[in-house]
């Protein structure tokens, strides 16, 4: 014999997991701490201004 599934129950626990699984995805993406993001923008400004300070020609000035 097999076993009884009560349908809604079944539906709900795969939503549920589903958004279990969105929400640590999203903790992951978004939950990083202050000075993480802060250290990764340090970062990039860093490697920014070493590209810039290596370039040939500076860029033409821009007249409106």
Request: charged residues 35%; proline residues 2%.
């Amino acid at each position: 014999m097999n076993e009884i599934v009560n349908l809604n129950k079944a539906r709900k626990q795969r939503a549920n997991q589903t958004r279990l699984k969105a929400a640590g995805q999203n903790r992951v993406k978004f939950g990083l701490t202050r000075q993480v993001r802060d250290a990764a923008r340090r970062e990039q400004e860093k490697q920014a201004n070493q590209v810039e300070d290596a370039r040939l020609t500076a860029e033409p000035d821009q007249k409106t």
